[in-house]
């Protein structure tokens, strides 16, 4: 009994001491990734090209979505904090007595947003880059973006657009006079229902893969697959069932082979 017990206790403190050490490597681990993230998101903000939301939409959510909004863009600011080479990030048009502001603050806490290395401003976008470099992305635009151009400023409306009008974002660049540019999706996607919007930190995801990679079949992986059947140019195996022999065969191949037996059959006779 007494030697169980001893076991028992030393089997105790030998996990007690392996989760102390996971603990300590997964600090250690988190906190050196912090500095990495923090140390290319001050190089961003100095070197950095920019990516704006605007935040000027703010009138025409709801509370409910207003916080869905923020917190898609919480998410965004994420997965550009981790990036390899991130965007410096621009909150333009972002009220100092604003909700926005105000659940900004509330979610991230008042000490972790005064010290997020973004720039969040009340100043527009035109006050903040010359005109000729802005391209706004709007689903509702005819023009579409093939190429990735590092030397432009891309600004993306910070809203849920599923609460937005149709064309509310383009007239809003319109009245600016801004050039406007949407994703090529049907260009490469075989789009199957419903619109052709996408949340804040997909799009984040599709514009860090694109300044990365180039490629917009990298890029548009982050387009949910529910939306559409895959890309254009791919041909995609259907499959019909044997009932004889529960044996997946692609289209056409079932009536193929039952020809080919026919014709052996004629030959044998």
Known sequence: FRDTLRFQIFKY????????????????WSSSADRVQSWRAAQAM???QPLVYDMSYEQHMSRREMENTVAQLMESEGWNRRAADPFHLHFC????????????????GSHTWDRLLITATERTHLEMFPQQDLV???????QVLQVFDHSKVYIVGAMVDRSIHSGVSLANAKRLRLTTARLPLDEHLDWECGAKNLTLDQMMRILITLKHSGSWKKAL?????????GFT????????RNDSSEIRFPAGAQSELKNRKNKQKEDRG
């Open 13 to 28: 403190v030998k996990e007690e001491d392996r989760e102390l050490k996971n603990t300590f490597l997964l600090r250690f």
């Open 221 to 229: 992986e982050f387009v949910p697959k529910r939306k559409h059947a």
């Open 136 to 142: 706004y992305l709007t689903a509702d635009s005819k």
């Open 46 to 48: 100095r070197f950095g």
């Open 93 to 108: 048009g972002l009220q100092p007595d604003g909700a926005y502001l105000r659940e900004l603050r509330r979610r991230y």
């Open 233 to 240: 140019g791919v041909t995609k195996s259907r499959f019909v």
